[in-house]
């Protein structure tokens, strides 16, 4: 019987995945806190700021603007520190990729329907432009491989763990 590789392609993309997206995900909901400012500005006028942005995709009525972004920050960093932590990985990694997804669909419409907005990922002026597609698309592609591999990895005894076979003759 083969040996697994503590280390092979399907557990480096997770590695990858999760230190990735935890860090952006961690990163963009203290961004929308603070709006990148130092001293930080009243967490109420940073998350009326970061309402804006979501309101400007027209996707949302008011009252599910108000709840997006008034939860997405706390959502965004919470789910990223799961995520880094790798505590029952397949939940995060499946919750993870589903906001990308989402993310990913939003910016397409917008970008698509010609709007002249800004993205709002950081929470800083960054327009809409076809480099913020192409990035959020290869995010929401490693999301989904991250999971998928997740979800394998974990039908497989891991290698530091599986019992060790005795020598055969």
């Not at 076809?130 to 998928?148: E, S």
Request: glycine share 8%.
């Amino acid at each position: 019987m083969m040996q697994s590789s503590p280390l092979n392609f399907r557990r480096a993309v997770i590695w990858i995945g999760r230190l990735l997206l935890a860090g952006i995900f961690i990163y963009a909901g203290y961004a929308k806190l603070t709006m990148g400012l130092h001293p930080r500005p009243a967490i109420g006028v940073a998350l009326s700021f970061f309402a804006l942005q979501v309101d400007s995709y027209q996707i949302l009525p008011t009252w599910a603007v108000k709840v997006v972004a008034n939860l997405l920050p706390f959502i965004e960093i919470g789910l990223g520190l799961l995520l880094l932590i790798g505590w029952k990985l397949r939940i995060w990694a499946t919750l993870i990729t589903i906001v990308m997804l989402g993310f990913f669909f939003a910016v397409v419409r917008s970008y698509a329907m010609g709007l002249q907005i800004n993205c709002g990922c950081f929470a800083t002026p960054e327009p809409l432009t076809i480099k913020t597609v192409l990035r959020d698309g290869a995010l929401a592609a490693l999301a989904v491989l991250m999971t998928i591999f997740a979800f394998q990895e974990a039908a497989k005894p891991h290698p530091w763990t599986a019992r060790q076979n005795s020598r055969s003759a």
